[in-house]
């Protein structure tokens, strides 16, 4: 029997696929659409739903914001945070991530906000750490720039050294509830933590009390050197975008030589990769679903305006029919690398058309063929789970049946995927190490 592997999604609270021929009509703003979604993955039995999150409106294609507002791209989107609380409110096993940004909370913010999550979800709360990368956002937030990414892991480093703290500035037991001696809190079990580092101060305690989990599950999708550094040391689980399986494994190798350089058991870390799989009744008509949705000027647009947003490159700059310079960015390195295949000699035209499929083949088609190709992935890479992402940039009800009542299924019936989370409440940490 095959070891089955972990499945996650990766969204934002941002418009639906609102105008395409199965739409929801782009007005999630309630939440509600969002909250079936999730559902519907509970039903399927994933480990998380992760929201994504960046804090601007873009403007680095063509130096304009016309198309991110046109085709709603990066934003208009909600704030993950509520979202998240609703999402835990209607699910019971379900894991609920939450990108928060270490450049836009101050860290005691930050640690209250994800304690007062995990209380909510019942231990079922992951915050994804980023440092955000975006030049626009910065300036959002008071400054001219980002600082470089070395300095902006340095700060990582340190910020996430003061919230561990300050979550066990609430010691396990504190809350008493003693009728007898009226006692809410015992005191004793609550200390100041008087943090005091290169970037940051604090004196603690947190002034909520110790979550089910003690702290978030960490997420993080570190890319570069650096980032992958971060996120050895540092992550419980970690979501990447590579192109192919070579790739795929050697981040994942990579990643967990670090963590067991750092004294960490690599397998307390599962590496999460980016699948767009492209479902139909045969293989010819998901081929023609895909060519529905890529072939056209506007998906054009759409991936290089996405990828001019996270690396501030305007891809409009660029010949669709020459390779890519190499480049490097103060952005999303990783993502850039991903996107830019070197060495492949692909113009920028096919990068593109690669964008939906993300560069890995023969995952469209029936759920059947693309669920053994995807156990044919999972065991040349080594484990552990797959991060499903809409191919078509939005995301439609009819998507997600096909994903959580077509692939999912089958799956299943392969071995390859989890068919119960089992009786027992389980912190979402625990779920993530079940296997
Ligand atoms: C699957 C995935 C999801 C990500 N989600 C976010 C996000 O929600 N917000 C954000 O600012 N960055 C996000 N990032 C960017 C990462 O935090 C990171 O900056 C990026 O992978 C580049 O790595 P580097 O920082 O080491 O260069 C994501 C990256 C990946 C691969």
């Given at each position: ?10 969204m934002?609270?941002s ?28 039903r ?40 998240a609380?609703?999402i ?24 209250r ?14 915050w ?27 700060m ?9 703290q ?8 504190a ?40 702290r ?15 996120a ?7 979501i ?109 035209r ?18 059947a ?19 499903i ?18 692939l ?23 779920r993530?190490?079940?296997?």
């Amino acid at each position: 029997m095959p070891k089955p592997f972990h499945l996650a999604w990766f969204m934002n609270f941002s418009v639906d696929e609102w105008n395409a021929p199965f739409s929801a009509g782009g007005d999630p703003w309630t939440g509600e659409f969002y909250i079936d979604m999730a559902k519907a993955m509970e039903r399927a039995c994933f480990d998380y739903i992760m929201i994504e999150d960046t804090l601007m409106i873009a403007d680095a294609y063509g130096d304009s914001m016309e198309a991110y507002l046109k085709y709603a791209l990066m934003g208009p989107k909600g704030d993950p945070a509520p979202l998240a609380a609703m999402i835990a409110n209607h699910t019971s096993k379900l894991g609920v991530v939450a990108t928060l940004s270490t450049m836009a909370y101050p860290p005691f913010m930050l640690a209250r906000l994800c304690s007062t999550l995990d209380s909510i979800a019942q231990g079922r709360f992951g915050w994804n750490i980023v440092t955000t990368g975006e030049n626009h956002a910065a300036r959002n937030f008071g400054m001219d720039e980002l600082p470089p990414r070395q300095m902006r892991y340095d700060m990582a480093d340190e910020y996430v050294a003061l919230v561990k703290q300050l979550w066990d500035s609430w010691s396990p037991g504190a809350v008493v509830r003693d009728r007898a001696t009226d006692t809410y809190v015992d005191h004793a079990k609550v200390k100041p933590i008087d943090f005091e580092g290169r970037f940051y101060k604090c004196r603690g305690p947190l002034n909520c009390v110790r979550s089910p989990q003690g702290r978030p599950t960490f997420v993080q999708a570190g890319g570069s050197p650096r980032g992958r550094q971060f996120a050895a040391e540092t992550a419980d689980s970690i979501i990447a975008a590579a192109s192919g399986t070579k790739a795929m494994k050697e981040y994942r190798d990579d990643i967990r030589r670090r963590a067991a350089e750092a004294g960490r058991d690599p397998d307390d870390i599962k590496v999460f990769f980016i699948v767009t799989p492209v479902l139909a009744e045969t293989e010819a008509m998901a081929k023609e679903k895909l060519a529905f949705y890529t072939s056209t000027e506007a998906f054009m647009v759409k991936v290089l305006a996405q990828i001019s947003s996270v690396t501030d490159i305007d891809f409009s700059r660029f010949s669709l029919d020459e390779e890519l310079p190499r480049m490097t960015t103060n952005g999303e390195q990783g993502s850039l690398e991903a996107f830019a295949q070197w060495g492949t000699g692909k113009t920028l035209r096919q990068l593109v058309a690669d964008r939906a499929t993300r560069g890995l083949d023969g995952i469209v088609g029936t759920p059947a063929a693309v669920a053994r190709r995807l156990g044919e992935v999972m065991e040349e890479v080594g484990g552990d789970g797959f991060l499903i992402t809409s191919p078509f940039q939005k995301v439609s009800r009819q998507y997600v049946t096909e994903i959580c009542e077509g692939l999912v299924p089958e799956l299943q019936r392969l071995g390859l995927a989890r068919t119960s989370y089992g009786d027992a409440p389980m912190h979402l940490r625990d779920r993530l190490r079940e296997f």
